[in-house]
């Protein structure tokens, strides 16, 4: 099947860590991009000033329109990003998840189709999938789900969403199950607020910006009692939603419109303790840290098989934790020289 890149995208939750590093890999491919960001947790500011940004959320049809209509004709692709993410946040505020996460999805899935976009991506997680049984087990796309969060169930719930959106058979869909998205790209930092993700809390706690780490439990069934996690650089990241959105695009240009899931991790698992070694080596000073009880909906091990994504899309995510730390701490501006 031929594969050209997809030349206008808009893109969803743009204004995020992710979102902001993805319009930059678009622009360089020459696509023409719009940003529809609600700006709740994203920065304007990480946007390249020459893409337009509608502000507004995607549950609300007057603001996806708006944004579709910011093209000259229909955009080939959407790929969405916006949502809630935090898995502890979800078990807060369960209502709020499948609000933003699955009503948001609906709602921009279903002005797409009506536009005639060719292709959706969505940001899904490995949250959807049933946490291992043995700690040395990978996780591909046949693997049970079964999640454990609001959060999880929230991501799965979108998944159906595209599944049955594909079923017209006029847009393809794709959800990349996100394993532990890290590192950095383009010069732009990764800045949550507030900020719940290991690698920067460990990073800034080390260099005193913030107070210690909490390391969300040590009673975990694997070899240092540690989570372990696959951490995945977000250079790769955007490699699989560029290279995914052009295989959607080219099947529904070739009359087979479906739905399809990868799982983008590299295949290595990382425990918490080897990410806080990683931090320590990187920035040549120890990360203040304190044991913590475990985190609501936090799993023992998450680790993705990642052959799919090496033979369909042709993405090989080699670049390693040390790297993924130094570009995080260098863009967090905490490594001299
Ligand atoms: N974690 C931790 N302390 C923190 C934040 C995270 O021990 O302050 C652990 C968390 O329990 C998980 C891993 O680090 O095992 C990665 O968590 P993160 O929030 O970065 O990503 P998630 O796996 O929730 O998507």
Not at 146 to 155: A, L, N
Not at 211 to 240: I, K, M, N, W
């Amino acid at each position: 099947m031929r594969t050209t890149s997809p030349s206008t995208v808009l893109v969803t939750g743009a204004a995020g860590y992710i979102g902001a590093t993805l319009v930059r890999r678009l622009l360089a491919d020459g696509a023409r991009v719009i940003a529809l960001d609600n700006l709740e947790r994203g920065h304007a500011e990480q946007l390249p000033r020459d893409v337009p940004l509608i502000v507004g959320d995607v549950r609300d049809p007057d603001s996806v329109r708006q944004a579709l209509g910011m093209f000259d004709r229909t955009p080939d692709a959407c790929i969405h990003l916006a949502g809630l993410i935090q898995v502890g946040e979800s078990t807060l505020f369960p209502q709020l998840y499948h609000d933003v996460n699955v009503v948001g999805t609906q709602v921009l899935a279903d002005l797409c189709l009506e536009a005639g976009v060719a292709a959706f991506v969505m940001a899904s997680s490995a949250a959807v999938l049933r946490p291992l049984q043995g700690v040395g087990d990978r996780l591909d796309e046949d693997a049970p789900v079964g999640p454990e969060s609001p959060y999880g169930s929230s991501k799965l719930a979108g998944e159906h969403t595209l599944r049955a959106a594909a079923q017209l058979g006029r847009m393809s869909t794709v959800a990349l199950r996100l394993f532990n998205v890290a590192g950095a790209a383009y010069g732009l930092a990764e800045r949550h607020d507030p900020e719940t993700h290991l690698i920067p809390l460990a990073l800034r706690a080390a260099a005193g910006e913030l107070p210690p780490l909490h390391v969300f439990g040590d009673d975990f069934p694997t070899p240092d009692r540690t989570c372990l996690r696959d951490y995945v650089h977000v250079r790769d990241v955007v490699e699989a939603f560029t290279r995914a959105a052009r295989l959607a695009v080219a099947q529904t240009a070739s009359g087979s419109a479906e739905f399809q899931v990868f799982h983008v991790g590299t295949g290595h698992g990382t425990s918490v303790n080897e990410v806080i070694a990683a931090c320590e080596l990187v920035l040549g000073k120890p990360v203040p840290r304190v044991v913590h009880g475990r985190r609501p909906g936090d799993v023992a091990a998450l680790v993705s098989d990642p052959s799919k994504l090496a033979q369909v899309l042709n993405i090989h995510p080699d670049r390693d934790l040390l790297r993924m730390v130094r570009d995080a701490a260098a863009t967090l501006g905490l490594l001299d020289g």
